[in-house]
């Protein structure tokens, strides 16, 4: 088992940057790919960022591309996601998401590909 906790969230002016901060427990860090996807109230949940256990593979939803960063400390078994330029239209519960992949560079958006989830952290951005 994996248990996932956000933190982070807030409320922001449209501009204004987030850092979204997600701990993880239960199974070995670096054999965890990890993402993140965000779900807008009246929308189905999104994929927003993933990452590899290695660090050394990420990829990024084309609406977050160049204005958001994800990354993680796997001697802090945390990952992030720094949130820059942000837009009201990034409103969202953030959730922090895993799935167990030792030595697998390829990272995944699909959201049915991750088994473990956290409650989600609130992102809101004011216009």
């Known amino acids: 088992q994996v248990q996932l906790v956000e933190s982070g969230g807030g409320l922001v002016q449209a501009g204004a940057s987030l850092r979204l901060s997600c701990a993880a427990s239960?199974?070995?860090?670096?054999?965890?790919?990890l993402a993140w996807f965000r779900q807008a109230p009246g929308k189905e949940r999104e994929f927003v960022a993933a990452i590899s256990g290695s660090g050394g593979t990420s990829d990024y939803a084309d609406s977050v591309k160049g204005r958001f960063t994800i990354s993680r400390d796997n001697a802090k078994n945390t990952v992030y996601l720094q949130m820059n330029k942000l837009k009201p239209e990034d409103t969202a519960v953030y959730y922090c998401a895993a799935v167990y992949r030792p030595f697998v560079a390829q990272v995944t958006p699909r959201r049915n590909d991750y088994r473990y989830w956290g409650q989600g952290t609130q992102g809101t951005v004011a216009a």
């Open positions: 239960g199974r070995t860090f670096s054999n965890l790919a």
